[in-house]
Structures are given as structure tokens and as C-alpha cells.
């Protein structure tokens, strides 16, 4: 096969987030769970997203991971090649986000991309290289707090310097509002200068679409998943995809369906309460599970009782005072492994019963979920709320699933998500 823009995802989630973007641009997506097993045959895509889960591991591993996705999209034909983070920036003084851009950069012989994880659609700007979450600066948005990637500066300058051993650049907004033109003669100027990294300005997605046509001739770009947004345009003019491309549509996955919810994140309890309104539910309980209840065993016996009346909930989502009062007394890690390996369990018993459609909520948990149906790569489909497909299996059994970061979705997510399900 032969694909047109081969991506690098350094969160399973985010992955996701990317390819949506993709597909409604008009470019059939397939994301995989790391590079593809020997033998196994990729369906016909003009973009395809590898999945890593390296945002937090040691850059050394983080390096490798990204290398051997990198090898596998040159050999499947990848013309151009994105590398895709967070939009907050997610990352330490250590990496990954500048190790990884250099290692990519080096193993194709460059000297210059871009970095630009802004989302206005999220609320995600960059103005004279700060990056905004909303009205906030990053580092007074939350997300300095964040127990792995804590953001303490705001200036996307000082922490990729901080990351590379090359020297990192600006193009500011005033340059990007005046056009692609513009914005290259900016980029020749900055690699004139021997800069290898430049961060961009974007304030909207006409901002993103200027500095995706700027990026047409970069080899490799790296950014947040609005970066896409002005890729698929490049090839387009090329004539390398078609104008009218459908690239959303999924094969009918029929069968009973469930919910199943790890998240924490405010999004996510709300759409928990909203579909406990109207459907049944069942709650998992971290204490008890480390105390050795069998949890997985119930939880299952109810779903599948449940599941000729219609799609259950099974959540181990919790307000936070009793997300805190189980991680006081089992440790952060212990209580959140535990839960995804519950969830893991119970996804593993519902596809046995016949599941055929899942809406999973939470990073880590998805993971956890993919991994243990042994979910090698997805199709991506239709959008149900900004930033989230739903998704079909490659392989056997076919399953249709809907991952969900713990923040995206509106209140009715849920219930939205099983109304269209493919
Ligand atoms: P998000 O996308 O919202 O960050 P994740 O699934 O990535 O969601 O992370 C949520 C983490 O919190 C998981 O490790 C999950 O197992 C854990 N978790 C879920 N519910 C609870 C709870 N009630 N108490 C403690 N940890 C929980």
C-alpha cells in the first residue's frame, strides 16, 4: 500500500483525536496500536496514525518506539510525516516532545520542523509563542498541577530549548496572518539561521490552514491535532486525493452494546450521570476490589442480564473526594491499574457474551481495554462530538468501539455515541 501522510501519536487517545481530524478533512484513516505485527494486511488509507503510549516514558524509550513506527510508514510509502502531542504540550525538561522531533528529524536526514500543538476549536492558542488554554497561559491553566507533566512555563521557546540540542525559532502571528508565503520565507529565514525547531503562532483554524499550506514541502511537521487541519489540502492541490473523497464510512457492526467508563474527568461524570438518568448502571469500587471482591465476576453477571434490554453502564468514575480516598488508601498508581485491569476484564467477558459495540471513556483505561482485546488497528468513521470517531476493528471478531479522552464529549455522549453506533 501506499499512503500519503504517515503520523506518530505519542498517546493511544490523542492517536485517535488525530485521525478524526484527518478523515474530516477527507482522508481515509486507519490508526494502529503500534507498528503492525508481521503478516498483518492494512486496509487501503491515504493516512495512517501510529498509536505509541510514550508520552511519559523515559526518552530513550520514547526514541525507539517513535523510530520503528517511523520505519514502518517509510516503508508503507509515507510521503510527508506528522508527529502528534498534546495541545497543552505535555511534557518535561527531559522530553519527549524535543527528543523525539530531533531523533525523527535526524533518521530523515532534515534540519527543520515545526512545532505547533495549538487547538483553537479546544481553546488551545499560541500568540508570540505562548500558549494559551482558554484565556489562561498554560501555566496558570491547571495544567501546572498535572501529577506527570506538570507546565510551569508557558512559553513554548524555553521548553522546547529545554528539550533540544538544536536551537529553537518564533513565527509570529503577524507573519502567519499575512500568508503561506510569508510564513515560509519565515521558515527559510529561521533554518538560514540554523534554527532546527520553529514554534508557530495560531489563534484559529485560518490560522492552521495558512500554516499547513506553508508546511506542503516540510517532511516532517510536529503538533497538536489541529495542525492536521491544513494537510490534507497540500494533496489535494497535488492531485493526490480526490475532492469529493468520502472517508468516514464504516462497515455495520451489528450486536448488543455497552458503556464502560474509567474516567474521572468532569466531562466524563457528567456524562455518567446523564446516562444513569435513563439506563442502568453498575459502579465499580477500587476499595473492595483490592480487597479482593470479585468485581469483574459481578459486574459482568449483571451486564449481560442486562444486555437484551439495551446497552448498560459499568463505571468505576468517581467525584473526586472518593477518588482521593481510594488512592490514600491504596496508592495513586495501584488504585488506577487496578481499575483499568477491572475494566480490561469486564470489556474481555462483555465481547465474549457477543458485545459487539463499546464506548470507552479515559485514556489510560481505552488502553488498557485495546490491549486486551488485542485490538491491533481501527478503522476510523464517523464523528460523534468533536475529537471522537466511532471506530471499527481491523480483524477478527470485528468490533466497533468509540474511545474517548476523559474531557472530550458533550453531557449526552454517551447516549449520543449508541444512537449512531455503525
Ligand atoms: P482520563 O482520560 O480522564 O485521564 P484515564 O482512563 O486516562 O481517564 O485515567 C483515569 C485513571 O483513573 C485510570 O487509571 C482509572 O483506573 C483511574 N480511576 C478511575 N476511577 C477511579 C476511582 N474511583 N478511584 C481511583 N482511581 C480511579
Redesign the pocket.
Known amino acids: 500500500m501506499t499512503i500519503l501522510l504517515g503520523c506518530i501519536a505519542d498517546d493511544y487517545?490523542g492517536a485517535t483525536d488525530l485521525a478524526n481530524t484527518l478523515v474530516r478533512q477527507g482522508m481515509r484513516t486507519v490508526q494502529l496500536f503500534g507498528p503492525p505485527p508481521p503478516g498483518m494486511i492494512v486496509p487501503e488509507a491515504e493516512a495512517v496514525v501510529v498509536a505509541l503510549k510514550s508520552r511519559t516514558n523515559p526518552p530513550a524509550e520514547a526514541i525507539a518506539q517513535s523510530l520503528a513506527a517511523l520505519e514502518w510508514l517509510q516503508g508503507a510509502g509515507a510521503e510527508q510525516f506528522f508527529f502528534k502531542y498534546c495541545s497543552t504540550f505535555d511534557s518535561t525538561p527531559q522530553g519527549n516532545i524535543g527528543p523525539v522531533a530531533e531523533a525523527l528529524l535526524d533518521a530523515l536526514k532534515q534540519d527543520f520542523t515545526i512545532a505547533c500543538p495549538a487547538f483553537p476549536e479546544n481553546g488551545r492558542t499560541i500568540c508570540y509563542g505562548y500558549l494559551f488554554v482558554g484565556a489562561q497561559l498554560l501555566s496558570e491553566s491547571g495544567m501546572q498541577d498535572h501529577p506527570l507533566t506538570p507546565m510551569t512555563d508557558s512559553s513554548l521557546v524555553r521548553l522546547l530549548a529545554a528539550q533540544t540540542r538544536h536551537d529553537v525559532g518564533l513565527v509570529d502571528h503577524r507573519t502567519v496572518a499575512a500568508g503561506p508565503d510569508q510564513v515560509k520565507a519565515a521558515f527559510a529565514a529561521l533554518r538560514a539561521e540554523g534554527k532546527y525547531h520553529a514554534i508557530v503562532d495560531a489563534l484559529n483554524d485560518g490560522d492552521l490552514l495558512t500554516i499547513g499550506s506553508a508546511c506542503a514541502d516540510l517532511k516532517l511537521i510536529t503538533g497538536g491535532s489541529g495542525m492536521a487541519l491544513g494537510l490534507p489540502e497540500n494533496f489535494r492541490r497535488a492531485g493526490k486525493l480526490s475532492l469529493d473523497a468520502v472517508a468516514d464510512q464504516l462497515p455495520a457492526v451489528p450486536g448488543p452494546a455497552a458503556v464502560l467508563?474509567?474516567?474521572?474527568?468532569q466531562?466524563?461524570l457528567a456524562q455518567v450521570a446523564r446516562m444513569g438518568q435513563s439506563r442502568p448502571s453498575f459502579?465499580?469500587?477500587?476499595i473492595k476490589l483490592a480487597a479482593g471482591e470479585d468485581q469483574v465476576g459481578a459486574a459482568l453477571n449483571w451486564a449481560i442480564e442486562q444486555l437484551p434490554h439495551g446497552p448498560p453502564l459499568i463505571?468505576?468514575?468517581?467525584a473526586p473526594e472518593?477518588?482521593?480516598?481510594?488512592?490514600d488508601r491504596?496508592g495513586?498508581?495501584q488504585?488506577?491499574?487496578?481499575?483499568?485491569a477491572?475494566?480490561a476484564g469486564i470489556a474481555k467477558g462483555l465481547v465474549a457474551a457477543g458485545v459487539r459495540r463499546l464506548v470507552v471513556?479515559?485514556?489510560?483505561?481505552?488502553?488498557?481495554v485495546v490491549q486486551v482485546l488485542g485490538v491491533t488497528g481501527i478503522r476510523i468513521g464517523p464523528q460523534i462530538d468533536p475529537g471522537v470517531p466511532w471506530t471499527t476493528t481491523l480483524g477478527q471478531p470485528e468490533l466497533a468501539l468509540a474511545l474517548?479522552?476523559?474531557?472530550?464529549g458533550a453531557e449526552d455522549f454517551f447516549l449520543k455515541a449508541l444512537d449512531c453506533a455503525p
Open positions: 487517545t467508563s474509567g474516567s474521572c474527568s466531562a466524563t459502579q465499580l469500587d477500587a463505571y468505576a468514575s468517581a472518593d477518588v482521593r480516598a481510594a488512592q491504596l495513586r498508581a488504585a488506577g491499574e487496578l481499575l483499568e477491572a475494566m471513556a479515559g485514556g489510560e483505561t481505552s488502553g488498557a474517548k479522552s476523559g474531557n472530550f
